[in-house]
C-alpha cells in the first residue's frame, strides 16, 4: 500500500526556520508531481508549493514565495520543504501529497485537483 510519512513539524520561534521531509514507500516516486499542503484549525487546505516529477519546475503559493523552499531527492524517495524566516501565520498541519500527473498543473494549489495520495500531516507551530 502507498504510503507517505511527513516529518520535521515542530515547535519553532517567528523567524526560525524548519525542514519538513515526506517519504514515500510503494510509490514510483519519480513518476509524480508531489505537492506540500497545509491546513490550520478551521480554515481550508491550501497548497504551499509544488515540484515536478523531475524537480525541474517548482511552483509557490505567494504567501511563501520567497521563504520556503521545496525540493525533492528520487533517489531517496524524499520531499522537502525548507521554511525559512517562518511567522506565526504559518501554523498549521502541513500534508504531502502525490500529483495525478508528473507535472504541477494551473490548479495544483487545490486539494481538490486530484491528488493521488495524501499522507497524515506533520504539525508546525510557530511562537511569537
Known amino acids: 500500500q502507498v504510503q507517505l510519512l511527513e516529518s520535521g513539524g515542530d515547535l519553532v520561534q517567528a523567524g526560525g526556520s524548519l525542514r519538513l521531509s515526506c517519504t514515500a514507500s510503494?510509490?514510483?516516486?519519480?513518476?509524480?508531481?508531489m505537492g506540500w499542503f497545509r491546513q490550520a484549525p478551521g480554515q481550508e487546505r491550501e497548497g504551499v508549493s509544488c515540484?515536478?516529477?523531475?524537480?525541474?519546475?517548482?511552483v509557490y503559493a505567494d504567501s511563501v514565495k520567497g521563504r520556503f523552499a521545496i525540493s525533492r531527492d528520487n533517489a531517496k524517495n524524499t520531499l522537502y520543504l525548507e521554511m525559512n524566516s517562518i511567522k506565526p501565520e504559518d501554523t498549521a498541519m502541513y500534508y504531502c501529497?502525490?500529483?495525478?500527473?508528473?507535472?504541477?498543473?494551473?490548479?495544483?494549489?487545490?486539494?481538490?485537483?486530484?491528488?493521488?495520495?495524501w499522507g497524515q500531516g506533520t504539525q508546525v507551530t510557530v511562537s511569537s
Open positions: 515540484i515536478s516529477k523531475s524537480g525541474s519546475n517548482t
Open positions: 510503494e510509490l514510483t516516486f519519480d513518476d509524480y508531481a
Open positions: 501529497a502525490a500529483g495525478s500527473y508528473g507535472y504541477c498543473s494551473r490548479s495544483w494549489s487545490s486539494p481538490h485537483q486530484g491528488y493521488s495520495y
